[in-house]
């Protein structure tokens, strides 16, 4: 069983940054890597990023991708996504994963979320 801890959510504004992070306590073989998603209120959740294990695969939304960066920490077992020129488009609770494929088809275990607010 994998637990995943989202943290480093908050208040920006237009054109800020936020650092999220996400803390695995392992992980399976069978995997593919981490993930991140979010949903935004009224909409359905989408996906945002994913990073293999190794960490030398990534994958962006198109929403996402010149904007937001995922890296991976293999030591502490974390995720990080890097989010550059914010945009209120981007308000949303965003979930940490472990997915199957990169295009997070496959959701194995899910954290709880972390609130992003973006304000004009």
């Known amino acids: 069983q994998v637990q995943l801890a989202e943290s480093g959510g908050g208040l920006v504004q237009t054109g800020g940054s936020l650092r999220l992070s996400c803390a695995a306590s392992?992980?399976?073989?069978?995997?593919?890597?981490m993930g991140w998603f979010r949903q935004a209120p009224g909409k359905e959740r989408e996906f945002v990023a994913s990073?293999?294990?190794?960490?030398?695969?990534?994958f962006y939304a198109s929403s996402a991708k010149g904007r937001f960066t995922i890296s991976r920490d293999n030591v502490v077992n974390t995720a990080t996504l890097q989010m550059n020129s914010l945009e209120p488009e981007d308000t949303a609770i965003y979930y940490c994963?472990?997915?199957?494929?990169?295009?997070?088809?496959?959701?194995?275990?899910w954290g709880e979320g972390t609130l992003v607010t973006i304000s004009s």
């Open positions: 392992g992980r399976s073989g069978s995997t593919y890597g």
């Open positions: 994963a472990v997915i199957g494929d990169y295009l997070g088809s496959r959701v194995d275990y």
């Open positions: 990073i293999t294990w190794s960490g030398l695969t990534t």
